[in-house]
């Protein structure tokens, strides 16, 4: 049936195909690897070369924030209140109290004005100083909860800074602000630079606070006045 020269054909193709099965059987023994179980080259950083984090900048003090702050800009954020308020001397009341004279006088003490029993509970013995409004200022229903006053707040300093000093602007007696706060150096005792320079002289009483009453008929002194303390129109 076959000759000698199919035979002859039929052994070398068995024999190629045996020659290139043991070549890659061979390969595959020279040069095996092993598939690692987790891809990749792991690189181990040294601890002290995490990026370090971002300190957060420091929150100015309220007496610096009134020092620099602005009636101009506290008039135009006052009337986000004057749809429930009003600030002219002897104004009328209207779905909030008139908030003429608001600086160091006792909160919820506004005569002919009607104040929610949560304010007024809020309100027990306590003054308008500029710490409580800027407290309130910044979350009135967190600060008396139950209150019927439906404003959200103030949330950035700088917009509560200018607004009080609005509110002391429109007033028969402004308030002095808080002193700043004293840099790092002058509060460890060392000397500030500029210590050695003469103080220039004043008006006498310029420097006195503003009593603000209190209850019980007691008179609290206000803080010395701090320059950019805002004052009544006319003044």
Known sequence: MFGYKSYTIFGWVIAAVLAVLGLRWGAEILFHTETPAKLGLAIELPEDTAPPEAEAPAELDLGTLLAAADVTKGEKLAKQCA???????????????NLWGIPGSAIAR?????????????????????EELNTFLAAPSKTAPGTAMSFAGLKKPT???????????????????????????????????????????TAPGADEGVAVPATGGEEVPAAPATPGAGTPPGQ
């Open 83 to 97: 749809a429930c308020h009003n600030f002219d001397n002897g104004g009328a009341n209207a779905i909030g109290p």
């Open 159 to 201: 917009d509560r800074a200018d607004l009080m000093a609005y509110l002391n602007s429109v007033t028969a007696a402004p308030v002095a602000f808080p002193a700043p706060a004293l840099p790092p150096a002058a509060a460890e005792g060392e000397v500030a630079p500029d210590a050695a320079a003469p103080a220039e002289e």
């Open 110 to 130: 506004r005569a002919g004005f009607a104040y929610s029993p949560a304010f007024r509970e809020y309100a027990a013995d306590r003054v308008w100083s500029y």
